[in-house]
């Protein structure tokens, strides 16, 4: 298993310029995320996916889209690129956690140095 | 609102020398915490989550609530400790998601 792949793994923007961010896992996980880590911070959710069709906003979901069309899949789109946006973006995906139940472990991507200029 | 919160940046130690990596939390239930490490050139991965109460690569992590801590010990460090070290958080609601503290970037001195 190629476990959570991300493409691409750099990427220089111009501002203004709009991108997506691919992520792909191949061990049928209802639950993805998308994460930021800016330098010297720890990760912050941008949006997540508790399966095909249903997406939710994280803590820092402005100036970001996501749609969830398949289980492997959970793209995350840059519409307007801006300096803010200067980060690591990470995906992850895990198995469903049920009520009452513990944290299922997120398994993580290799992320994307995205660098808007 | 939940936080959770590393103190040290950078953390350096002499190989064998006892290591212990800072956390403290905020959150009004019941949390679960875990650390999770980089290595160089590796992904993030779970190192180790505080309801197993077990000892991995010879780390350990006690929950106190008291104090609101989840510090990470080892007793003697070796070189291959060396790595970016995440404290996490997972509320008893929500989708599985997790709260992670800035981190703390552990040096082990040869």
């Known amino acids: 298993n190629a476990g959570v792949t991300q493409t691409p793994k750099f990427r220089i923007l111009k501002i203004g310029q709009s991108m997506t961010l691919q992520c792909t896992q191949d061990m049928n996980h209802n639950y993805m995320y998308w994460y930021r880590q800016d330098p010297g911070m720890g990760l912050k959710l941008i949006y997540y996916s508790v399966g095909a069709g249903i997406t939710d906003k994280g803590e820092v979901p402005n100036g970001y889209n996501v749609s969830r069309s398949t289980t492997e899949d959970f793209p995350l789109r840059l519409e307007l690129a801006a300096p803010s946006q200067t980060s690591v973006y990470f995906c992850a995906s895990s198995y469903p956690r049920l009520a009452g139940s513990s944290y299922n472990e997120q398994f993580f991507g290799p992320g994307t140095r995205l660098t808007v200029l | 609102a939940q936080r959770v919160t590393q103190p040290e940046k950078l953390l350096s130690v002499f190989k064998g020398a006892p290591v212990e990596l800072k956390c403290n939390y905020s959150y009004s239930g019941s949390p679960e915490l875990f650390w999770y490490v980089q290595y160089s050139r590796q992904r993030l991965q779970l190192l180790l989550r505080?309801?197993s109460r077990e000892s991995i690569k010879g780390f350990t992590a006690d929950l106190n609530k008291g104090e609101t801590s989840f510090h990470l010990k080892k007793p003697f460090a070796q070189e291959e400790d060396s790595a970016m070290y995440y404290c996490a958080l997972s509320g008893e609601t929500g989708a599985n998601n997790l709260f992670f503290g800035t981190g703390t970037r552990l040096t082990v001195i040869p």
């Open positions: 505080h309801i």
